[in-house]
Structures are given as C-alpha cells and as structure tokens.
C-alpha cells in the first residue's frame, strides 16, 4: 500500500504541475479582478470629487435663492417703514402703511422678477 501511495504521489508530482499552472492561472485571474475592483474604488473616491462640484452648484443656487428671498424682504420692508413714517408725519394711521406695505410687496417682486430674468442671460456668456 505504502508502494501505492507512492506511485499516486508520483502521479501527483505530475499532476502538481498541472494543479501548478491551474492554481497559478486561477491565482492571475483573480489578481486581475482585484485589480479591476480596486480600480473601481478609486474612480467611486474621485466620484465624491465630481460631488464637490454638485456641492459648489448646490451652494450657487442657495446664494442665489438667498438673494432673490432677499430682495423680496427687502421691497416689503421698505415699504411697510415709509408707510409708517407717512402715517406718523400725516396722521392718516393705518392707511399708508397698508399702501405702502403693498407698494413695497410690487416692488419686491418686480426685483425678483428682473433678477431672474437676468440670471440666464449671465450664464449663456
């Protein structure tokens, strides 16, 4: 038996070799896929890169709705202060206000509308 084991041991000398190379192109294919999968993490790393763009976008288009609530708050301000100081020079107390307070509000959204419109033809140039 000992004899037996020997000869598949000699089998398996010749058979090594061929487990050899199968083992080896086993081994060269899956460092390939590793590779391959490591080269995907870092294009999915630079991707937060591109993101920083999405994030400096994101932050445009916050400073410029910032800006547009801004002057809609601005134009009813203004408003509602020269209604009140009408109304306390004139004593015609709640009517100018309410004009002006209004007047104010027209004129907050005709600066946003003008805004807006302007916007587009900036990012064209």
């Known amino acids: 038996m000992a004899e037996g084991t020997n000869d598949s041991g000699g089998h398996g000398d010749g058979g090594k070799s061929t487990d050899e190379a199968a083992l080896s192109a086993r081994l060269g294919s899956l460092d390939q896929r590793l590779s391959e999968l490591r080269d995907g993490r870092t294009t999915g790393t630079e991707q937060p890169g591109t993101g920083s763009g999405d994030s400096a976008a994101r932050a445009s288009a916050m400073a410029r709705g910032l800006r547009l609530s801004s002057e809609l708050i601005a134009g009813v301000l203004v408003g509602a202060v ?44």
């Open 82 to 125: 020269l209604g009140w100081g009408f109304d306390r020079l004139l004593s015609t107390s709640p009517f100018g206000f309410i004009a002006f307070f209004l007047l104010g509000f027209a004129a907050g959204v005709v600066n946003v509308v003008r805004a807006t419109r302007a916007a587009p033809d900036q990012t064209r140039r």
